[in-house]
C-alpha cells in the first residue's frame, strides 16, 4: 500500500514551483548581462530546471510511504481496455488535426 505525506507532497509542489521561477528570472537576467549570446542565458536556465525537476520529483518520492499488505487488492479497470486505447487515438488525431 501507498501512502503520502501531504506536507512533503505540498513541498515538492513548492520546490518546483521556486526553482521554475528562479530559472525564469536566471533566463531574463542572464539574458540582460550577456546581450547578443544567448547561450549563457539558455544554458543557466536550462541547468535549473533540471534541478527543478530531479528536486520535484525526490521530495514527492520522499513523500511516498510504502507498507506491506497481507493481501493486495485486485486491481480492476474501471473501464475497458478498448474504450481507453480509442479515446487516447482520437484525442491524439484531434490535437495534430487542430495543430
Partial sequence: ????????????????????????????????RFRGRDLPAKAGSAAIMGMAVGCMHYTGMAAARFYAAESAPVATPAIPAVWLATAIAVVVSLSLGLA
Avoid: K, W
Avoid at 15 to 23: P, Y
Fill in 1 to 32: 500500500v501507498m501512502v503520502y505525506d501531504p506536507l512533503l507532497f505540498g513541498l515538492s509542489i513548492v520546490v518546483a514551483h521556486v526553482l521554475a521561477t528562479v530559472a525564469l528570472a536566471t533566463r531574463f537576467f542572464l539574458a540582460e
